[in-house]
């Protein structure tokens, strides 16, 4: 499969894109790079003079603060490209890191810059994708600002599995999902032993369960209940995921 | 080491890796606050937390919020 197979499937589960589109997209030079878990791809201050599509693996961004203390601000799924922004503002404000071991496509914002200025559907279709990041970031800042423990990490999830549907890497309501239970702390701001006990109790309640990188929605009613979820600030237009929520 | 952070009557499940007994119970110690603050609305009642090791229980920890009526 071509490297930008994934994001042409993601931007058409939203806009249609002509097969010209998709082949001007195509036509795009990737650069592609494994690299193991934990690897920082992009660091805060950086310059970057291409941006990073995720065809394989997961990644997070996250800042860091003065006191050491991390905040993990987003989580990246096969499809994203998670530096996008950087075509526009050239210093990097936080760190983009890989969470599990992936591959990774680089794209030169040179080519990028080309494809957007020839191929107006693409420009909107890659715009549109970095609105729906900011209401993504909305939603984190209720989801970590107001809900209670149990709730974030069900939101969370439920937002995933969500995610994972519209590139087709959900199967009979699990998907991989290589976090840690440190990892869940620093995105949901609470200590991991909270986690921990939050799963624990998910797992004890036959709602969901976390297992050797595996999730597991057992029962996908009561996760989205519990985490409260709408899934309307993704903005997803395909009816068939409109229907799955 | 790997810890486990069991309330009252509860039994260890899976528990968490980490560095020593004294970063467990600050941890649990964090989470107990956190989930008094989040149940304080309906019930003031003490959150609890007991940290085991696979050598046995090292510390308990304990949250109690009062409210005092004037």
């Known amino acids: ?245 | 080491m790997r810890f486990y952070f069991m309330g009252p009557g509860e039994a260890a499940d899976e528990g968490l890796e980490l560095p020593d007994a004294e970063t467990a119970l600050c941890q649990a110690a964090d989470a107990a606050l956190s989930m008094a603050r989040e149940r304080v609305a309906c019930s003031t009642t003490d959150v609890s937390l007991e940290v085991h090791s696979d050598q046995g229980c090292v510390g308990t920890v304990k949250v109690c919020v009062v409210i005092e009526r004037s």
């Open chain 1, 1 to 245: 499969m071509h490297p930008t197979e994934i994001l042409i499937r993601k931007l058409r589960s939203d806009t249609h894109l002509s097969d010209e589109d998709a082949a001007s997209v195509r036509a795009l030079p990737v650069h592609i790079r494994e690299v193991p878990a934990d690897t920082t791809i992009v660091q805060q201050g950086d310059h970057p003079k291409s941006s990073c599509l995720i065809i394989k693996g997961f990644t997070a961004r996250a800042k860091v603060t003065e006191t050491g203390r991390r905040q993990i601000l987003a989580f990246h799924i096969p499809g994203d490209v998670p530096d996008l922004q950087t075509l526009f503002l050239k210093t990097m404000d936080h760190d983009l890191l890989a969470i599990s071991d992936a591959t990774l496509g680089f794209i030169d914002h040179a080519d990028l810059f080309r494809l957007i200025d020839t191929r107006r559907t693409v420009a909107r279709a890659l715009w549109r994708e970095t609105l729906i990041d900011a209401a993504v970031f909305r939603e984190w800042i209720v989801n970590v600002g107001v809900r209670d423990a149990s709730s974030r990490l069900a939101h969370l999830l439920a937002e995933l599995r969500q995610r994972l549907l519209a590139v087709g890497l959900v199967a009979d309501e699990e998907f991989q999902f290589p976090v840690t239970q440190s990892e869940l702390a620093d995105a949901l701001g609470l200590s991991t032993v909270h986690v921990n006990r939050v799963l624990q109790a998910f797992r004890a309640q036959g709602v969901l369960d976390i297992r050797k990188n595996l999730v597991t929605l057992v029962d996908v009613g009561k996760v989205l209940a519990a985490g409260g979820f709408d899934p309307m600030y993704l903005h997803q237009t395909s009816t068939a995921l409109r229907h799955e929520a």
